[in-house]
C-alpha cells in the first residue's frame, strides 16, 4: 500500500473479538479496515500443539447467531451442567440448564474454529478491507482522525479499535495507563481422554496451587486448563505423558474418571492485565486488549464478545444520528456501558481464584461450608447459573440491539 488508506474504523487484531466486531459493523454504512498485527505466527503454529478451547457461554451463543455464525458451530459440545469443588474437604456444588430452563449452559469449541467461523460468516462487502499489516510501527493521533502505521503503510480512521490482545504493539505507542499484575502461576493446556465419557459435565476443581478445570470438548475427550505454581510446571515439563497422567490423576474432581491418555501440552503464564483509553484519543479497546483474566470460568471470550456488539451497535446508531464516531462522547457512552460488565466479572474472576487458592485451614473449612449450603440454595444457584451463562448482566451492560437504532435488549 503506496498511500494514505481512508476509512470509518480501523480494527487492529483479526481474532475472534475483532472479528466479531467487523461481522457487526457489517450491515451498516461504515467503512472498516481490518488490520491482522499477526500473521505469520498463526499461520506457523505446528500440528504438535494442543488444541487452544474456549467455553461460550450461552449468552454468547445468542450474540453468535444473531450474527449468523451458529450454523458453522452447530456441532460444539454442550455444557449442561457444572460442578464446582475444592480439593481435599466435601461441599460440592452443581449448576445444571434445568435451573434456567434451557437445554445448556455453554459450549466448548476450539479458538481457531471459532475464528474461522466468524471469518467465513463476513460477508463479501464493499465496505470492509482486510490486511494483514504485522505488528504498529507508529501512531499519530489528531484532532479529527488517527492514523496507524504499519509495514503495509498507513491508515488513516475516524476510530482506531484496539482488539489484538494487548500484544500488537498499541500499547506503548498510545501511552495507555496499565493495571496488572503476575499471578505466579503457570496454566497447563492439553485434551485428555477419561474413562467416562464426559456427558456434558463441566468441572472446576479447586487446588492449593489454583483451580483445574475440565471442560466437556468432545463425545470422549475433555479440555483441561491446570493452574500450577513455577515449580510444579517446571516439574511437569520433564514427565512423559504416563509420568503426567500419573500426576494429573492424583488431582481429579470428585465423579470425574480416570484419565486415560493426554494430547499434547502446552503451558501459559496466567496474570491479570487491564488497559485504559482516554475517550479523547479516538481508541477503543474491546476483549484481550481491554482486559486479560484469569481462565477461572472461562469469561474471558464471552466478555469481549459483549465489548464487541455492544461497540458496534453504539457507532451504528451514531453514524445514523450524524454524530462523530470516534469523538469523546461516544467513547465516554462506550466505557460507561462496559465499565459494571467488566467490574463484575473481574471481580469474580481474580476474587474466585484467591479465595480457592489459600491452603488457610479456616479458610478451607469456611469455603466447605460454603459450597455445601449454596448447594441447598436453589434461588442463589439459579442466580449463578444464569451470569455463568452470561445472561443475568449488570443493569447498564445489556448487550444493545445490532440494529442502527440502538435499543438495549437482554441476551434472554
Not at 34 to 60: M, Y
Amino acid at each position: 500500500m503506496a498511500e494514505t488508506m481512508q476509512v470509518d474504523v480501523a480494527i487492529l487484531g483479526a481474532g475472534p473479538v475483532g472479528l466479531s466486531l467487523a461481522l457487526a459493523l457489517a450491515d451498516s454504512h461504515l467503512s472498516v479496515a481490518l488490520l491482522d498485527t499477526f500473521p505469520a505466527p498463526r499461520a506457523a503454529v505446528p500440528a504438535s500443539a494442543p488444541e487452544r478451547t474456549i467455553a461460550l457461554s450461552l449468552g454468547s451463543s445468542r450474540i453468535l447467531a444473531s450474527l449468523g455464525v451458529a450454523a458453522y458451530l452447530d456441532d460444539a459440545a454442550p455444557i449442561t451442567h457444572i460442578q464446582v469443588s475444592q480439593a481435599g474437604l466435601s461441599g460440592v456444588v452443581r449448576l445444571d440448564a434445568g435451573l434456567l430452563g434451557e437445554s445448556f449452559l455453554g459450549q466448548v469449541v476450539e479458538l481457531d474454529r471459532v475464528r474461522a467461523a466468524i471469518a467465513h460468516a463476513l460477508p463479501a462487502s464493499t465496505n470492509l478491507v482486510q490486511m494483514a499489516t504485522g505488528p504498529l510501527q507508529a501512531l499519530q493521533q489528531h484532532g479529527d482522525a488517527v492514523a496507524v502505521h504499519s509495514a503495509k503503510g498507513v491508515v488513516r480512521a475516524q476510530l482506531l479499535v484496539g482488539a489484538d490482545g494487548g500484544q500488537g504493539g498499541l500499547a506503548p505507542l498510545a501511552g495507555l495507563a496499565r493495571l496488572g499484575w503476575d499471578h505466579n502461576r503457570y496454566a497447563c493446556i492439553a485434551s485428555v481422554k477419561t474413562a467416562r465419557a464426559p456427558a456434558g459435565i463441566a468441572y472446576e476443581h479447586f487446588l492449593p496451587s489454583g483451580p483445574l478445570a475440565f471442560l466437556p470438548f468432545t463425545e470422549d475427550r475433555f479440555s483441561i486448563v491446570w493452574s500450577l505454581t513455577p515449580s510444579e510446571a517446571a516439574r511437569l515439563q520433564t514427565l512423559d505423558d504416563a509420568g503426567f497422567l500419573d500426576q494429573l490423576n492424583r488431582h481429579l474432581p470428585p465423579g470425574l474418571g480416570r484419565v486415560v491418555a493426554t494430547g499434547p501440552r502446552a503451558q501459559l503464564p496466567l496474570g491479570f492485565q487491564r488497559l485504559l483509553a482516554r475517550p479523547d484519543r479516538r481508541l477503543a479497546l474491546i476483549g484481550n486488549a481491554a482486559q486479560t483474566l484469569h481462565p477461572v470460568a472461562g469469561q474471558g471470550f464471552n466478555l469481549g464478545l459483549r465489548d464487541a456488539v455492544t461497540l458496534a451497535a453504539m457507532l451504528k446508531a451514531a453514524a445514523e444520528r450524524g454524530e462523530d464516531i470516534g469523538g469523546p462522547l461516544l467513547l465516554s457512552r462506550y466505557l460507561a456501558s462496559r465499565r459494571w460488565d467488566a467490574v463484575q466479572v473481574i471481580g469474580f474472576t481474580e476474587g474466585l481464584n484467591r479465595l480457592f487458592s489459600s491452603d488457610f485451614l479456616p479458610l478451607q473449612l469456611a469455603r466447605a461450608a460454603g459450597l455445601a449450603a449454596l448447594e441447598r440454595l436453589p434461588g442463589l444457584k439459579r442466580q449463578l447459573a444464569a451470569r455463568a451463562a452470561g445472561l443475568a448482566l449488570p443493569a447498564a451492560s445489556h448487550t444493545p440491539a445490532l440494529t442502527p437504532s440502538g435499543d438495549r435488549h437482554a441476551l434472554r
